[in-house]
């Protein structure tokens, strides 16, 4: 049976489409509003045959019936002998009778017996159609595993996170064909950020004469979340401008607790009885004064549920009630409490308070039941501070939260590969479809002209080679990331802010740093000036902070520092008309990067620094390592003397290894089998009158060609005596890091100036961390050992085997619009 799914924004739509694929006389198996509009299960008149409605009939009515399976049959199938003529149909479209339609093609005979009395043929023909509409879900759901193979892992991933079967199913069934493993799981991310309903503004909600009541199972955490609320409140209207409410006189010190936040923020706090107490103390309230409500914790079981609903619906005035969810709970809790507060018989919940998410292992069953429910999101606790703990968040920020993985999470209740072995043997049997085929074509027959304008002359470029680069960017975490704010900004689109962009990027380097099981985190600082010849030559300078795992293979860089001649701004949100001098700013750069990546162990890379800074970075407790010049002074054995000194009396000794711990493809150009790093240490000293004398490890690496024993790179360093990286081994190999990624900020700086100027408020910073974005990305193309797809195209459309940098970003920014063009 072939049966095809239609979407469309209203009704007609859907038909509109049904009409065009099927024809007038396609027959509609299923008609029901989605998130966002309408979906219509529908097939052609001879895909439906009688035996298949027979047998689902036959099996249905047996359920629920004893008396009526020969009846139903003959209520929905043709007899097998001369048929009846047919009746005239009612005048109406087959999408507003899902269950005619089934029956369409097969009408009672005139001679049916009548009905026995009592028999509930509604029913059975409710129970018929919701049966047809499950075997038909589950048909189109295992064609779309066969279809769409990379569906079966991204539904694993997406339990593993927490999210329900009910939803992946209904998600999954439009992930199109084709997609690689990043790019289907950025796909989902798109679609779950398109489904979560959250508050888009806070005002919103509080608008003058407000009444806000918090409802929930106990323990949730309503009456901090209360307190959290009033002082919100009392910052932005005054306190003389709220009261508190509460109807929880069960809990022992209940109302006490609510009454000591009440007497901290000068807020009257109103103990309520019941519901005519209720009334009369709401009716005493100045019409312009906010009221927020605790109500007492009931279980979803509990018939009291119901009773709270109607006390709040009889208020006098209009009452918005918030459901307050435990981010922490089971999927199907979630579920049940959501279920019975929403059919309370009060009026519809106007939205969530997620609670608790600083202990959950993961969001996604809590933000599953807020899609499925649509009860918007308004605010998010993570603690028990007040009024710390509470934040409005974006759709973006909640969806990156629940996808970033929980390194110390058990694994215990996520799916395995071998709990995922049948579906894997179904996707195994998939078959291409005549679609992909026909886009296939076009896309093959799009890209050679295209290529014809975008290619040199001086060298051959297949299609082929396009489109292994396509797939090389989709898959690769920071290709994949960068070509998605590239596209954004090419486009003109402005939708994320910059808080939630760099939220999204640390959440990135947060998933790589548990997949890859690292030990610690490399956050290089670093800077480059920039110029653009447009504009008259130099037009400032950019600061960046690049995440990179401990064998520097880059990520993200979520944080940037730009100095332009209208003033300084750092994508934090922090401006000054005039910039912090070069050690304040590199110190902001380690802070911010210490106070937003707390949760991994982090070594800061940069040069450039005084003996201050590096005190006051050991100071701070940070891991540090600053590259230096050999006339750096230091102490050594109580003597005053340089670096360079100390480093002629060190022995220096072969890193082994460098294939599996230096994940690069070259080091100063030459490839990374034929090099042989050397490295040497010493414990020495700083000294300055205000600090005294400070411990730090002096580090020395020499790169040396093995074919003629030339040194190639020698670069020193210091680092905190208690580094994480503390291993000589991967001291050197982090000094090696730092060298050779300062080339990534050159890259960046030459796109600064191809990136078009925006309107946006934040389009500078946007531009900023795109340029720095689409840098590392370029460079890493050379620098791979897996990139080398994606350096085959730059070689093509540069028209050099070895371009310099301004011809490789222009090759990189032809490969973008070319995968932008035919994608």
């Not at 149909?89 to 026995?116: C, E, G, I, N, R």
């Not at 670093?526 to 401990?550: F, I, K, P, Y």
């Not at 100063?668 to 040497?680: D, F, H, S, T, Y």
Request: glycine residues 8%; aromatic residues 6%; contains cysteine.
């Amino acid at each position: 049976m072939n049966v095809s799914r239609f979407f469309g924004i209203t009704n007609r739509e859907a038909m509109r489409q049904v009409r065009l694929a099927l024809g007038p006389d396609a027959l509609i198996i299923s008609n029901r509003r989605v998130n966002g509009g309408v979906e219509i299960l529908a097939t052609d008149e001879t895909s439906l045959s009688p035996e298949i409605v027979r047998r689902i009939a036959d099996e249905e009515v047996a359920k629920s019936s004893t008396a009526g399976p020969v009846t139903m049959r003959s209520a929905i199938s043709r007899p097998p002998a001369q048929p009846a003529p047919q009746q005239p149909k009612p005048a109406q479209p087959k999408s507003h009778a899902p269950a005619q339609a089934v029956s369409a093609p097969a009408v009672m005979p005139a001679a049916t017996p009548s009905l026995p009395a009592g028999a509930d043929v509604m029913g059975a023909i409710g129970a018929l159609q919701g049966a047809l509409e499950s075997r038909i879900d589950e048909l189109m759901w295992g064609n779309q595993l066969r279809r769409v193979p990379q569906a079966v892992s991204l539904f694993q991933t997406l339990l593993g996170f927490g999210f329900s079967t009910a939803l992946l199913r209904a998600m999954l069934k439009g992930l199109p064909e084709g997609l690689g493993s990043r790019a289907a799981l950025q796909w989902a991310r798109t679609e779950l950020v398109k489904s979560l309903p959250v508050l888009e503004r806070e005002e919103a909600l509080w608008r003058p004469g407000a009444a806000i009541a918090l409802v929930g199972p106990t323990g949730v955490g309503k009456t901090t979340t209360v307190a959290k609320l009033a002082a919100r409140c009392v910052k932005k209207y005054g306190a003389e401008n709220v009261v508190l409410l509460t109807t929880d006189t069960y809990r022992i010190g209940a109302h006490e607790q609510l009454k000591i936040y009440g007497k901290m923020m000068h807020v009257p706090v109103h103990v309520v009885q019941d519901a005519e107490e209720l009334r009369r103390i709401i009716a005493s309230v100045a019409a312009h004064q906010i009221i927020i409500i605790d109500n007492v914790g009931i279980s979803q079981r509990d018939r009291f549920v119901s009773e709270q609903a109607a006390m709040l619906s009889a208020a006098g005035r209009e009452v918005s009630r918030l459901l307050v969810l435990n981010a922490s709970s089971h999927g199907d809790t979630l579920d049940e409490v959501a279920r019975r507060y929403t059919h309370d018989g009060g009026s519809p919940l106007r939205g969530s308070i997620i609670t608790k998410i600083d202990e959950a292992t993961r969001l996604g069953a809590v933000l599953d039941t807020v899609i499925r429910y649509q009860l918007p999101v308004c605010y998010v606790s993570d603690g028990q501070k007040v009024p710390q703990n509470l934040a409005h968040m974006t759709a973006n920020e909640l969806v990156d939260k629940a996808l970033v993985k929980n390194q110390q999470a058990s694994a215990l209740y996520a799916p395995s590969e071998a709990d995922f072995a049948a579906l894997m043997s179904m996707s195994e049997q998939s078959r291409p479809r005549d679609d992909k085929a026909g886009h296939t074509t076009q896309r093959r027959a799009l890209l050679p002209n295209l290529l014809t304008v975008a290619r040199s002359s001086k060298a051959p470029l297949e299609v082929d080679e396009i489109e292994q680069a396509g797939r090389y960017i989709d898959e690769n975490v920071l290709a994949s990331e960068t070509y998605a704010l590239w596209r954004a900004y090419f486009k003109g689109e402005a939708a994320d802010s910059m808080g939630s962009l760099t939220q999204h990027f640390l959440g990135v380097a947060r998933n790589e740093f548990a997949e890859d099981a690292d030990q610690y985190v490399l956050a290089l600082h670093d800077h480059v000036g920039l110029r653009d010849e447009s504009a008259g030559g130099a037009v400032g300078r950019l600061r960046a902070t690049v995440l990179l795992n401990h064998a520097g293979v880059p990520w993200c860089s979520p944080y940037q520092q730009l100095t332009l001649p209208d003033g300084w701004r750092a994508s934090d949100g922090e401006t000054a008309l005039r910039a912090p001098t070069g050690y304040e700013s590199l110190q902001k750069q380690m802070q911010w990067a210490a106070g937003n990546v707390r949760d991994v162990p982090l070594l800061h890379l940069f040069d450039g620094a005084t003996v201050s800074v590096w005190q006051s970075a050991t100071a701070q407790g940070l891991a540090w390592l600053s590259a230096c010049t050999r006339t750096t002074r230091v102490v050594d054995e109580g003597s005053a003397t340089t670096v360079g000194a100390v480093v002629k009396t060190l022995d220096f000794h072969p890193v082994g290894a460098l294939g599996t711990r230096y994940e690069r493809a070259m080091v100063q150009g030459v490839e990374r089998g034929q090099l042989v790093v050397w490295v040497a240490t010493r414990e020495v000293s700083l000294f300055s009158r205000q600090n005294g004398y400070t411990p730090v490890q002096l580090v020395a690496v020499r790169v040396v060609d093995r074919r003629d024993g030339t040194v190639l790179r020698e670069a020193t360093g210091l680092a905190d005596a208690t580094s994480v990286a503390a291993q000589t081994e991967a001291l050197a190999l982090a000094l090696l890091v730092h060298a050779e990624h300062k080339t990534a900020l050159k890259f960046a700086a030459r796109w600064w100036p191809m990136l078009a100027q925006r309107q946006w408020a934040d389009a500078v910073s946007r531009r900023a961390l795109t340029a720095m974005q689409v840098g590392l990305t370029t460079w890493d193309a050379f620098q791979s050992p897996d990139g080398h797809t994606l350096l085959s195209a730059i070689q093509g459309l540069s028209g050099k085997a070895q371009p310099n940098q301004a011809e490789a970003v222009s090759a990189m920014m032809k490969l973008f619009t070319l995968k932008e063009m035919t994608a």
